[in-house]
């Protein structure tokens, strides 16, 4: 009697009782009645080489990464992708058939896809883009605007030579802002995104002037928790079409639950929902 292997995937960090992946990918895969499992895994940076090595031998067919290994990955897997390799970190891994380890990022395209469903008028050709923030998910978000076909990136950080080091890696499409200014450089800005962990629960609210924020800009911050950060808030009175960081955490899960389970998931309201619980 043969035996029905049942496909199995997860997310490794370290801490990782916090990721809302886990109800994300149990709601996909049981609205698309896919007998899997998706499992939360705290792997301690020094096991990380071997749990990789031993998770496809187990039956999983790939995992989520999170911090802090997102960067580590990369030196372990066999095949990178070129988005991944210019952002420097991966968080979807596939298990292939043939033993090999298959790298990718798809955090750009969870914050693009993000903004397409919730501002469905927004072009990121009308203008140059406004980023907040050099860490690693700027990286993800810069690469994204850049490919999508914004004409200019002013980006802005606290510790300034990380922002240097994006415009090193990405080109004279970037301008680097002081952070005392990082006010200034909304005037024109067509898509203005907050990618500091400033607004999130527990931190203090982002403290940018937003005087010059074109009405017609849309605004976006990659913080979801809470879903309505001060920048946001204050963009919407301000008139601007604003988007929660929660669809990009919901769209970057796409790819890897479409590789390792065979089926596209729904980006919907019960997804959001689940993702909430
Ligand atoms: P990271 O690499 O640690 O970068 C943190 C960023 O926040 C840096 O630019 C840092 O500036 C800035 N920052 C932190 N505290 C600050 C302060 N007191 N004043 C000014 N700037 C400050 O983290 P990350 O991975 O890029 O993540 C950044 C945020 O995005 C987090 O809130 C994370 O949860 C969120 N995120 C959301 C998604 C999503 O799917 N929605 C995906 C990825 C990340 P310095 O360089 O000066 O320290």
């Known amino acids: 009697m043969s035996q029905e292997k049942i496909p199995l995937a997860g997310v490794i960090g370290s801490p990782i009782a916090h990721s809302k992946s886990p109800q994300l990918h149990g709601h996909w895969l049981r609205v698309n009645g896919i007998k899997?499992?998706?499992?939360?895994?705290?792997?301690a940076a020094d096991d990380l080489e071997q749990v990789l090595r031993t998770l496809p031998k187990a039956g999983f067919v790939g995992v989520n990464v999170t911090v802090p290994h997102k960067e580590k990955v990369m030196d372990l897997a066999d095949l990178v992708t070129d988005r991944a390799t210019l952002i420097g970190a991966?968080?979807?891994?596939?298990?292939?058939?043939?033993?090999?380890?298959?790298a990718d990022n798809t955090d750009g395209y969870g914050?693009?896809?993000n903004l397409r469903q919730n501002a469905p008028g927004w072009d990121p050709k009308a203008g140059p883009a406004?980023?907040?923030?050099?860490?690693?998910?700027?990286?993800?978000?810069?690469?994204?605007?850049l490919d999508a076909g914004v004409p200019e990136i002013l980006i802005s950080n606290r510790t300034r030579v990380r922002a240097e080091a994006l415009q090193a890696d990405f080109g004279n499409r970037l301008h680097v802002v002081d952070w005392v200014q990082a006010g200034n450089m909304l005037d024109d800005?067509?898509?203005?995104?907050?990618?500091?962990?400033?607004?999130?629960?527990?931190?203090t609210p982002l403290r940018v002037p937003l005087d010059g924020l074109r009405k017609d800009a849309v605004v976006t911050d990659l913080v979801y928790a809470p879903l309505k950060t001060r920048l946001l808030e204050e963009a919407e009175a301000a008139g601007c079409v604003t988007v929660d960081g929660l669809g990009m955490l919901l769209f970057q899960a796409v790819p890897g639950f479409e590789r390792w389970f065979g089926v596209r998931p729904e980006v919907d309201?019960?997804?959001?929902?689940a993702a909430l619980r």
């Open 269 to 273: 309201s019960a997804a959001r929902a």
């Open 36 to 43: 899997g499992f998706y499992i939360p895994m705290d792997v």
């Open 130 to 145: 406004a980023v907040l923030g050099a860490g690693g998910a700027a990286r993800a978000v810069v690469a994204s605007l």
């Open 189 to 203: 800005a067509m898509t203005v995104v907050n990618t500091t962990s400033l607004g999130m629960i527990g931190n």
């Open 111 to 113: 914050f693009i896809q």
């Open 90 to 102: 991966a968080n979807t891994l596939i298990f292939r058939k043939d033993g090999r380890i298959h």
